[in-house]
């Protein structure tokens, strides 16, 4: 039986998106694990971390509570997972928020009864990491390893809001160990004291302040390099990008020779457990992971 | 009508989670714990107290806030608990709403589209957003921006992670009118607790 969930995309990881990279290779880990990720119908953006000039408090925490009401009508009795960084942080903030204010959770219902919703505020939000170090395990994870992913050097690049405020239970927020240990089951070698595990890579201010971020992300391409790291990992669609898509303008900007590539855990982990390339989403990489493309190809 | 009206009330009327700002207690964990903080004219702490000393337009029309990468740190590290990203979003859409922001303040300016675009049709169309962004500050710059961005577009457009077809409408929710109903009740339900000023 499959472990079914309410699964959340996200903007980003629709077709021909930023990230619809991750959702390829989200949806090929998933197959070999037995998790069945049932997709809200109609859901909405979260409104991310940056809406906030146009969109007050209260519209914000709708879209959210939209989402989760459409959960709860459709997939009832399933938790609500996300793959993105920023569409968990603003659900479950969203949903905490209404859990602990009577007058928001009113507002909010009076609000959506415009769209014909109702948010209760019977879900757990979960971010899909979660899902797979307490639902399935790392010992589970290791266990569908076909292809180890030896002699590869990995930089477990957390970032932010995959672990502040919420974090995963049990790790820290200075310095969380559970994607050094997925790399570990995956047969890589994980960098543990990697110092810029959980920097800011600027997210959204990147397009805002390119140069200030670009600063941020070239101290997390060096500590990286520094550490003797072949690519880096993140489970965050806006790390990914930031680390990958910016090194030419930070080279030329620099002078530095950064060409280092940076892929989602579920890439890694669709290689390692033995599926195609096409299925890993290596294709979706600007900077090659020619290492990773060799072991899919083996 | 009140008496004792100052900008501390004002705030904690109407900033989200303004109501614990007077609980900050000036230690400055925040500042130094922020990825920014350096760009920061007033670091967070120091807003914290000009806002209880009153410099309400000092506050509104800084650049300050608008540095806030959302990166939560201030908050996973503050002694005191405060919600301090949140009140920065808060700070920032406030002076928005009054028209107090800097002129060409850029994250202002990328915020702004981004609620824009995603209030449109419910989702946010990448390819217009980024296009808006490069155009933002006049034409002969957006000319001059997408050259530069050319070829992160280009490889973007390869890996298949970014569609030239979303210029055409691309993807959206089906129920846009019930969700921009709900927004448009949200914004009323905000507007009218507002203290007027």
Redesign the interface.
Known sequence: MAKEYSYYPG??S????????QLRSTQAICDVLGIQLNEIP????C?????????????R???SA?NIALSEKHHPNQDVVATCAACWLATRETNDRLAESKELFA??N????????VFNGQKKVRHMVEVLIEDIGFEEMGSHVKKPLEGIKIAGYVG??TN??FGINGES?ENPMYLDKMVEAMGADSIPDYDKKV??C????M???PE??QA?VKEILESAHDSGADMIVTPCPVCQMNTE??Q??INAKYGTKFNMPSVYYSTLMSVAYGQTTEQAAL????IRATKLEEIANK | MKYRNNFLREVEANV?EGEWVKRCMQCGVCAGSC??GP?WEHPPQEIFMMIRAGKREEVLSSDSMW?C?????C???CPRELPI?HIM??L??YA??LGLVPENQ???????K???N??KK???N?LKLGLS?YFMNGFMEGIKTSLKMQ??GL??W??????P??ILGG?G???TS??Q???????E??AAKKVKV
Not at chain 2, 106 to 112: I, L, P
Request: hydrophobic share 35%; glycine share 10%.
């Open positions: 903007c980003s629709q077709k021909g998106a930023s990230s619809s990279n109609d859901w909405n953006c409104s991310a971390s940056i809406g906030y000039a146009g969109g007050g408090e209260l519209p925490l709708a879209l939209r507002e909010t009076e609000a959506l009864k415009e769209a014909g919703l932010c809001q502040r405020p927020f920097a800011c600027g997210g959204a201010l397009f805002s302040e200030k971020s941020l898509v910016y030419d303008a294709s979706g990489q600007v | 989200e990825p920014l760009h540095m990468t959302s990166c939560y740190n908050i996973a590290r990203t979003h808060g920032a859409h928005t709403r850029q994250t202002n300016k990328f915020a702004q981004f609620w824009d995603l209030s419910g989702r946010v990448e962004l070829k992160i490889g973007m390869k890996t298949k992670r970014m569609d077809m979303e993807h929710c089906e129920d019930g969700l109903a709900m927004l448009k009740k949200a914004s339900i905000e």
